[in-house]
């Protein structure tokens, strides 16, 4: 997740458009699946994600995972078609009511 993007989803606003697509998006899954999720930086060496991240998997491997294709596009897709569906001033409203 880039610093951008969690900035945004801890703020609930972005002026960086790609960042705000994600932002309205995520807010969408939040609130229909009655989400309430909690973001943070995690120090490197504390951050089982940070490897995968920068494509060095040896430590995750190590400890079990299990390598999977993920099809990037079909994920933005999606994301995007729930930012969409939700639009900036439905997205807006749903993060007023969290507050």
Avoid: F
């Amino acid at each position: 997740m880039t610093t951008t993007v969690r900035d945004a989803l801890i703020a609930g606003h972005t002026t960086n458009a790609r960042a705000k697509g994600i932002l309205v998006a995520t807010l969408g899954l939040e609130c229909e699946k009655q989400l309430t999720p909690w973001y943070a930086r995690v120090p490197t060496d504390s951050n089982l994600a940070d490897g995968p991240s920068r494509l060095k998997a040896e430590r995750v491997l190590q400890l079990g995972a299990c390598p999977c294709d993920v099809d990037v596009s079909q994920c933005w897709a999606a994301l995007l078609a729930y930012a969409e569906k939700w639009g900036e001033e439905q997205a807006t409203v749903q993060m007023r009511k969290k507050v």
